[in-house]
């Protein structure tokens, strides 16, 4: 059964890159039909997509022009980096396998990390 | 983006009762729709996909409906391992949104 294991610095100074590593187990990150994802949660609040990684990479467009999303295949693990930070971007960071449309169940964020929170703050 | 409305925000219900929980896309979006669970201190956990399919695991008490642009969620005998957070996301189209949540509280 595929498991997710996100990894990183819980504090990160403002105006620094956050950076998050995903550990995929259980599984192969190179198998056909998922989208490695990124999903955040601010504190007390509901859910945001961040981006994903299929080959190709989609990202929030609220957030493109600071988000990186990259696969280390021999590592099995997929990483975030996230720059320019501010005390916005404090928040419990969730890595999440998106299914296709051909996976069963499909278009849906079947397998979810435990989450990392990281806190911005000087 | 593709607007997500839950509704109610939150709810008090007690152990045994019958509970449906609303979203509402802002443009439709066919049965592109999951419904995920979390607890607090938890990460999400996918209950039901494609509107109305059962994710694996899942107990049969829980049910979906709904196409374009209105769903329910359904708990057809709420018991105390229920009492959570519940979300509803489209899959239709990027940016993937949700909605912004429903608390289940005991009553």
């Known amino acids: 059964q595929v498991q997710l294991q996100e990894s990183g610095p819980g504090l990160v100074k403002p105006s620094q890159t956050l950076s998050l590593t995903c550990s995929v187990s259980?599984?192969?990150?190179?198998?056909?039909?998922?989208?490695w994802t990124w999903i955040r949660q601010h504190p007390g609040k509901g859910l945001e997509w961040i981006g994903s990684?299929?080959?190709?990479?989609y990202y929030n467009p609220s957030l493109n022009s600071r988000v990186t999303i990259s696969v280390d295949t021999s590592k099995n693990q997929f990483s975030l980096n996230l720059s320019s930070v501010t005390a916005a971007d404090t928040a419990v960071y969730y890595c999440?396998?998106?299914?296709?449309?051909?996976?069963?169940?499909?278009?849906?964020?079947?397998?979810w990390g435990q989450g990392t929170l990281v806190t911005v703050s000087s | 983006d593709i607007q997500m409305t839950q509704s109610p925000s939150s709810l008090s219900a007690s152990v045994g009762d019958r509970l449906t929980i609303t979203c509402r896309a802002s443009?439709?979006?066919?049965?592109?729709l999951s419904w995920h669970q979390q607890k607090p201190g938890k990460a999400p956990k996918l209950l039901i996909y494609?509107?109305?399919s059962l994710q694996s695991g899942v107990p049969s008490r829980f049910s979906g409906s709904g196409s374009g642009t209105d769903f329910t969620l359904t708990i057809s005998s709420l018991q105390p391992e229920d009492f959570a957070t519940y979300y509803c996301?489209?899959?239709?189209?990027?940016?993937?949104?949700f909605g912004q949540g429903t608390k289940v509280e005991i009553k």
């Open positions: 990684y299929s080959g190709s990479t």
């Open positions: 996301q489209q899959g239709y189209s990027s940016p993937w949104t």
């Open positions: 443009q439709d979006i066919g049965r592109y």
């Open positions: 259980g599984g192969s990150i190179r198998s056909d039909g998922y989208y």
């Open positions: 999440a396998r998106h299914t296709g449309p051909l996976a069963v169940p499909p278009d849906a964020f079947d397998i």
């Open positions: 494609s509107a109305s």
